[in-house]
């Protein structure tokens, strides 16, 4: 995702706590993150920021990236984990998006016992907030 973080000039801001370390399949726990980050810089408009957290809190690895893009209509929000949903015309494949991203990514955080939730933030753009047990 480099070049498009170059290309469209987006900064990335990070608040990773040290023990935000978690047990599973690393290959589909990176696609699923790969996933929910490649979202992020497709939907964030140039010079926009994207930014991601990360803490443990009573076993659990809590996270959530959130970008300055348009955020998600009230449609998208009741739909957005259906396979295949791209919602609005920006979301569509002229854009890069098959609408399988945040299912997968759904799928893969909860086989790794955790969940995956979207919201809008209350400030403007896109949120994704979720867990995965410690």
């Not at 608040?15 to 790969?34: M, P, T, V, Y």
């Not at 809190?57 to 998208?76: C, K, L, M």
């Not at 609408?99 to 997968?104: A, D, E, N, P, V």
């Amino acid at each position: 995702m480099n070049p498009q973080i170059l290309r469209k000039r987006i900064s990335i801001t990070d608040r990773l706590a040290g023990e935000c370390f978690i047990s599973g399949d690393a290959d589909l726990l990176e696609r699923a993150f790969n996933n929910l980050l490649d979202n992020a810089v497709r939907h964030t408009p140039e010079g926009g920021e994207i930014s991601v957290h990360c803490y443990r809190v009573n076993g659990r690895i809590h996270f959530a990236i959130r970008d300055t893009g348009q955020g998600f209509s009230p449609e998208e929000l009741q739909r957005v984990f259906e396979p295949l949903y791209r919602g609005e015309d920006s979301r569509n494949r002229s854009t890069g998006g098959t609408g399988l991203g945040l299912t997968i990514s759904q799928r893969i955080i909860r086989k790794h016992g955790g969940e995956l939730a979207v919201s809008n933030h209350l400030e403007g753009g896109a949120l994704l907030t979720g867990w995965l047990p410690a």
